[in-house]
């Protein structure tokens, strides 16, 4: 009698499960409609390299194929990182207003603006190799073009300042190398590290050069984040006024003396210490040395701006 119940327990068993299997796969989508779905939802296209690319009024020879397969990797990859991409157009619509009039005024195009984009993210960051700020300076060359750089004031931090160390920069190597190309490059590999590229391959212009992974890839990622962000729409990116970063109205103090307690000091101007290092990152560290009484012009935030 138990094997009899026991049995008839287990048919029932079964038939549910047949009857369960059975509606779960009438509910559930078929590879064609789950592919469709997916093509409906996210789609990558291959892109059409404009015809017409420059750099800094520089014609990119588009009609040379290994030019343009390189040119169409940029695009591609640059396009399809999409997160990365909105962040360029967020932080652009904050920080190119502070560089491009300083660009202007030393007569640099305004298309160096994105060697800024591809050296550092518009962020102030850090590389291996010790370069630092949103226009990657490395330690010697801030000093040697008068930036104080040192534990507890680094001014590559100091946006407006190493935005004209990198134009001196610039304009030092177009007169030594003759191109705004190849002065970006050199940017990336230094004047020397170029001029002898182009001398050992008896060429005169940076599309000719075998170059390493990096230089070789520089210019073509200036050039796509320049098409790209000058260009938002046709790219695939869909944003409004309001989604972008603005800056905070500031205005300047001058401190000529040491201060022992930025944290103290900012409470001053109703704000935190947090606040005073967003505004002013190349303070290093929570106090001021300043044993030479130096004038330094801090930014402080316009009331209201911080709840």
């Known amino acids: 009698m138990m094997k009899t119940i026991e049995r008839a327990l287990a048919l029932v068993g079964l038939l549910s499960l047949c009857l369960l299997f059975t509606y779960a796969l009438q509910d559930a989508p078929t590879d064609e409609n789950f592919e469709k779905k997916l093509i409906n939802d996210y789609n990558v296209y291959a892109l059409q390299v404009p015809e017409n690319l420059s750099f800094a009024g520089e014609r990119m ?4 194929p290994d030019i343009l397969e390189r040119m169409d990797r940029e695009l591609l990859v640059n396009t399809y990182w999409q997160s990365n991409g909105l962040l360029m157009f967020k932080r ?73 160390v990198a134009c001196r920069y610039l304009l030092r190597a177009k007169d030594e190398l ?28 940076y599309y000719d050069l075998l170059l390493g992974e990096e230089t070789g890839r520089y210019l073509f990622r200036i050039v796509a984040l320049k098409e ?24 300047k103090i001058e401190v000529d003396t040491a201060v022992t307690d930025f944290t103290k000091f900012a409470q001053r101007f109703g704000i935190n210490y947090k606040i005073l290092k967003l505004h002013n990152p190349w303070l290093r560290e929570p106090h001021l040395n300043n044993k030479s009484r130096k004038p330094y012009y801090l930014e402080i935030p316009k009331e209201g701006y911080y709840k």
């Open 61 to 64: 020879p588009l009609e040379n």
């Open 92 to 164: 652009a619509e904050k920080y190119f207003p502070v560089i491009e009039p300083i660009l202007a005024k030393y007569g640099v195009p305004d298309d160096f603006k994105y060697l800024a984009v591809i050296e550092s993210g518009l962020t102030n960051a850090v590389s291996p190799a010790g370069a630092r700020g949103v226009w990657q300076i490395m330690k010697a060359t801030g000093r040697e073009n008068g930036l104080e750089v040192n534990d507890n004031v680094d001014e590559r931090y100091h946006l407006e300042k190493a935005t004209e």
């Open 178 to 205: 003759g191109s705004w190309t190849l002065a970006a490059a050199a940017y990336n590999a230094g004047n020397a590290g170029v001029s002898r590229r182009l001398k050992e391959q008896k060429v005169s212009n």
């Open 228 to 251: 790209i962000l000058s260009n938002p729409n046709k790219y695939g990116f869909n944003f409004r006024a309001k989604d972008l970063y603005s800056n905070i109205p500031t205005y």
